[in-house]
């Protein structure tokens, strides 16, 4: 009931930038919480950034390169990233928590597909 369309992965070199962007459609009452999670290979998927409504939450290893933001009208919400490092390689996931439209509004927590981002050194 709830789609998610990431785009905005690709190759790049090393120190320069991405942005990522994830857009939610469907049956979609409110949005509580975005995040961006990553998986290299031979990794456990990890969290990179959350947002809230009132907080964003960053992993150590991008605190400072990494930019998560959220445009409520479109519910949709992006990753900046700059200064890319080789170890940034991963597939990138985006998953979005909130409430159904409808009798209960019901809780749902969707994933994206995962875009690929490359970063050469």
């Known amino acids: 009931q709830v789609q998610l369309v990431e785009s905005g992965g690709g190759l790049v070199s090393a120190g320069g930038s991405l942005r990522l962007s994830c857009k939610a459609s469907?049956?979609?009452?409110?949005?509580?919480?975005y995040s961006w999670h990553r998986q290299a290979p031979g990794k456990q998927r990890e969290l990179v950034a959350l947002?809230?409504?009132?907080?964003?939450n960053y992993a150590v290893a991008v605190k400072g390169r990494f930019t998560i933001s959220r445009d409520n009208a479109r519910n949709t919400n992006y990753l900046q990233m700059n200064s890319l490092k080789p170890e940034d390689t991963a597939v990138y996931y985006c998953?979005?928590?909130?409430?159904?439209?409808?009798?209960?509004?019901?809780?749902?927590?969707?994933w994206g597909q995962g875009t690929q981002v490359t970063v050469s050194s």
């Open positions: 998953n979005i928590k909130g409430n159904l439209r409808g009798m209960g509004y019901r809780s749902f927590d969707s």
């Open positions: 469907g049956s979609i009452y409110s949005i509580n919480a």
């Open positions: 947002v809230t409504d009132g907080n964003t």
